[in-house]
C-alpha cells in the first residue's frame, strides 16, 4: 500500500469546484464525566505546543498526578455549563458552522463549510479525509483564535500538516494565522460592548480579559501579548474610552510558573480593594463561551470581586454566532473562495 491518500485512483472527474472551509476550535470532552475528560485532557496537554516543559517530566507528571486528579475536578465544572446539545463549545461553533455556510450560499460563494476540533472530535484529520474524498482541491483553514499563539493557531497548522503530508494531491491551502486587527472583529467587539453599556449603564471598568499562557512562551518570541494589547487598544478606540476606564489582563492559568500579568482574578480583587464597585467584563481571546468564560468568568471571577467589596459584575457573552461575528468569518475566507 502506498505511503500517500488520495481520492480514488484515477477518479479526476470526481474533483469539485467547490472550496472546502474548515472552522477549527480548540476541542472539549464528549461528556460531562471524569472518563470523558481523561482522553480529552491527555491528547490536548500532550501537545509539545501547549506544554514546553521536557518530554520525559512532563509525562512522568501528566500520567502521575495530572491525569489522575484533574480529570474529575475539571468534570464539575463541564457539568455546572452543560447546554442541552452538548459542551457550550460545541454547541456554538456548530451554529457558527451553519450560519456561515448559509451567509455564503446567500452571497452566491460555491464553499462547504466543516467544524473541526483540535482535540476530541470532530477528528481534525477525519474532516480533512471527507474533504478530501469529496475532491476539493481548494481549503481555507480559519482557527476561530482571534489573536494568533503557537499553542493554538500553531497546533492548529501542526495538525493541518500533518494530515496534509500523507495526501498525493496536497491541495490549495490557504490558512488564517490571525485576526486580532481585523476591522470587523474590532466593530462586532465594539458593538456588544456598546449594547451592554447601552442596557445597563457604564461600568466603573471595563475589564478585557485574555486566556493567558507562561510568560516564558512570551519570552521566547510568542506574538500573543502583543496582539491581545493590539486588540484592547483599537476596542476601547472605537468606544472611546479613556485609559482609566478599562484594563487588560489574563485568565485561566495552569500549573505552578509565571503566567502572562497582570492575571484577571488579582486585578479584580486589587480593583475592588481601591473602591471599584462596578466592572463589566469582556473576554475578546475566545470567539465562543465555553468553560473558560462561563464557568471562570461568568462565576467564579465575579465571587472573587464580590468578595473583595465589589458591587456589581456583569459579563459580556463571547461573540458566538452574532450576525457581525459570521459577516467578519465570511470577509475573513472570502478572498479564498
Ligand atoms: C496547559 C497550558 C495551557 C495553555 C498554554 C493554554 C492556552 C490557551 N487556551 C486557549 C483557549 C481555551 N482553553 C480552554 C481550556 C483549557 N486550557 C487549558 C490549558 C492551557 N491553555 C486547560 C487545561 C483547559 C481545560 C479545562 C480544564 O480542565 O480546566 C478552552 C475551553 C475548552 C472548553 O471545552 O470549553 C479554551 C477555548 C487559548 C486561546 C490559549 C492561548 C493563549
Ligand atoms: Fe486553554
Ligand atoms: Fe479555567
Not at 488520495?6 to 472546502?20: P, R, V
Not at 494565522?177 to 461600568?203: K, R, T, V
Not at 512570551?218 to 478606540?237: A, H, I, Q
Request: proline share 6%; charged share 20%; glycine share 6%.
Amino acid at each position: 500500500m502506498s505511503r500517500f491518500t488520495a481520492l480514488t485512483e484515477n477518479a479526476h472527474e470526481k474533483l469539485s469546484a467547490s472550496t472546502g472551509v474548515l472552522l477549527t476550535n480548540l476541542g472539549t470532552p464528549q461528556a460531562p464525566t471524569a472518563a470523558a475528560l481523561r482522553p480529552y485532557l491527555k491528547q490536548f496537554l500532550s501537545d509539545p505546543r501547549v506544554v514546553e516543559i521536557p518530554r520525559l517530566v512532563w509525562m512522568i507528571i501528566l500520567h502521575g498526578i495530572i491525569l489522575r486528579v484533574r480529570p474529575a475536578k475539571s468534570a464539575k465544572l463541564y457539568e455546572s455549563i452543560w447546554m442541552e446539545g452538548g459542551s457550550p463549545l460545541l454547541v456554538h461553533s456548530q451554529n457558527q458552522r451553519d450560519k456561515l455556510a448559509a451567509q455564503l450560499t446567500e452571497q452566491g460563494f460555491n464553499a462547504n463549510v466543516k467544524l473541526a476540533m483540535r482535540y476530541g472530535e470532530p477528528d481534525m484529520a477525519k474532516v480533512l479525509q471527507e474533504f478530501q474524498q469529496e475532491g476539493i482541491r481548494n481549503v481555507v483553514v480559519l482557527p476561530l483564535y482571534p489573536q494568533y499563539s503557537g499553542p493554538t493557531t500553531g497546533s492548529t497548522f501542526d495538525a493541518v500538516s500533518r494530515e496534509l503530508n500523507k495526501w498525493r494531491f496536497v491541495p490549495q491551502l490557504h490558512f488564517i494565522n490571525s485576526y486580532h486587527d481585523h476591522e470587523l472583529y474590532i466593530q462586532a467587539l465594539a458593538n456588544s460592548i456598546a449594547a451592554d453599556f447601552e442596557q445597563h449603564g457604564m461600568p466603573d471598568k471595563l475589564i478585557l480579559s485574555y486566556h493567558g499562557m507562561p510568560k516564558q512562551f512570551f519570552d521566547n518570541g510568542d506574538p500573543y501579548y502583543c496582539l491581545c494589547m493590539k486588540t484592547s487598544r483599537l476596542v476601547v478606540e472605537k468606544l472611546g474610552l479613556s485609559k482609566e476606564q478599562y484594563q487588560t489582563c489574563f485568565q485561566s492559568r495552569f500549573g505552578k510558573a509565571e503566567w502572562l500579568k497582570p492575571y484577571t482574578d488579582a486585578t479584580l480583587t486589587e480593583l475592588a480593594e481601591q473602591g471599584v464597585k462596578n466592572v463589566a467584563v469582556v473576554c475578546p481571546a475566545f470567539s465562543s463561551d465555553c468553560l473558560e468564560t462561563l464557568e471562570e468568568m461568568m462565576h467564579e471571577n465575579k465571587d472573587v470581586f464580590m468578595e473583595a467589596g465589589g458591587e456589581q459584575y456583569r459579563y459580556i457573552a463571547a461573540l458566538n454566532d452574532n450576525p457581525d461575528h459570521i459577516d467578519m468569518m465570511v470577509d475573513l475566507v472570502k478572498p479564498y473562495l
